[in-house]
């Protein structure tokens, strides 16, 4: 099947699939949401696909995040149940995940690689959860999943001040599994995942089966539900329309609180 948004290929139980908006940085809108959407559908349906490598498309980014210059310019669309980049509020995928991070991953994108369950870097990569510089906040799992996976107080200190962290801060704190030169990090992103997909499949879902129910046992989906509902409220605000404008402006915001 061919894609607009993204490339798919397969390489034995692997599907390797890569962000292709290099033109805006692999940033992400509605219409590339439910393409990645139903990518995600085909692939937890396949049994002969076992594990998934996701990338971004050139050497500058795996994903800018939400398309902010499409919302600003009142592009069309509504994403999918499944959330953004078709995985942030996908509760039930039991194949695992392998981001291959090849540059910035900011905001979406940063959200997009915490739902995917290892994070490889290439040493040039940058994350961050910069939505708050811009009159929004990280309501596509980034609040939920990064205080849950490297504790609350670095995330939160992440969080309220949108700062960049280098490939290897995230190693440091621990949400970056490995660091590689940026020309083998695809390498070592299919190996990690020939490794997983040489070792039982059905212990593998049935790890998964587990870490999901533990997600719902902290009611993840209720909190991402309700990050949406502030998500909402917050798009009224006077601040998050100037945020939106200043930043296709390019200048600095005018904040008013209000």
Known sequence: MAYEFCKVDREG?????????????NALHA????????????????????????????DKAFSAGNDLK????????????????GLSMRYDLEKPLVAAVNGFAMGGG???????????????????????????????????????????????EMMLTGRSVS????????FVNAVHAPGELMDAAMAKAREIASVSPSSVKATKRVLNKMD??????TSLQYSREVMTALRDTEDFKEGVTA???KRAPQWKNR
């Open 70 to 85: 499409y919302t600003a310019q009142g592009g069309k669309g509504t994403p999918p149940p499944s959330g953004f980049a």
């Open 247 to 249: 930043f296709v402006e």
């Open 13 to 25: 139980p692997i599907l390797i699939v890569t962000i292709n908006r290099p033109e805006v940085y």
């Open 31 to 58: 219409p590339a949401h439910n393409e990645l959407a139903q990518v995600w559908d085909d692939f937890a349906a396949d049994e002969d696909l076992w594990v998934a490598v996701l990338t971004g498309a050139g």
């Open 110 to 156: 940063f959200e997009t690689a915490l739902a995917c369950d290892v994070i490889l870097a290439a040493d040039t990569a940058k994350f961050a959860l910069p939505e708050v510089k811009v009159g929004l906040f990280a309501a596509a799992g980034g609040v939920q999943r990064l205080s849950r996976q490297i504790g609350r107080k670095p995330a939160v």
């Open 216 to 221: 719902e046992m902290d009611d993840l989906k």
């Open 167 to 174: 490939a290897a801060e995230g190693r440091e704190l621990g």
